[in-house]
């Protein structure tokens, strides 16, 4: 069984999900940092965060691989009152930047629907 990450239909149920309520941008890029899809209601330089994002994880997967655990599936960064949320699934990053009101919840039911396994 594959599984696959159906990317237009995790971008386009983001946007309708969260676009009003605090969502600023959401990024979805390859593992090396190259943008695949953008949404972004402000000016932000989407290549530099996707590519920071990408060796954020590299970091992560390297320091939980010397000390003997799972490389992590999500990071989520808060400062004042915004959330960047990067979660790494099927060989993608998605990366939001919403208010800190949002549920995480909701945005992983959200990508799980997006999932088509064959």
Do not use: W
């Not at 000390?67 to 998605?94: A, E, M, Q, R």
């Amino acid at each position: 069984m594959t599984a696959t990450l159906e990317v237009d239909r995790v971008f386009d149920s983001l946007i309708k999900e969260f676009g009003e309520s605090g969502l600023y941008f959401i990024l979805i890029s390859s593992e090396n940092g190259a943008v695949i899809k953008s949404y972004i209601n402000q000016e932000f330089n989407k290549s530099s965060i996707a590519l920071n994002i990408s060796q954020l994880y590299e970091l992560a997967e390297e320091i939980t691989s010397e000390i003997g655990i799972h490389t992590p599936d999500f990071n989520v960064i808060h400062s004042d009152n915004f959330y960047i949320l990067s979660i790494k699934l099927l060989g993608k990053i998605v990366i939001l930047l919403t208010e800190d009101q949002l549920e995480f919840s909701t945005v992983f039911d959200v990508i799980n629907k997006c999932i088509i396994t064959n």
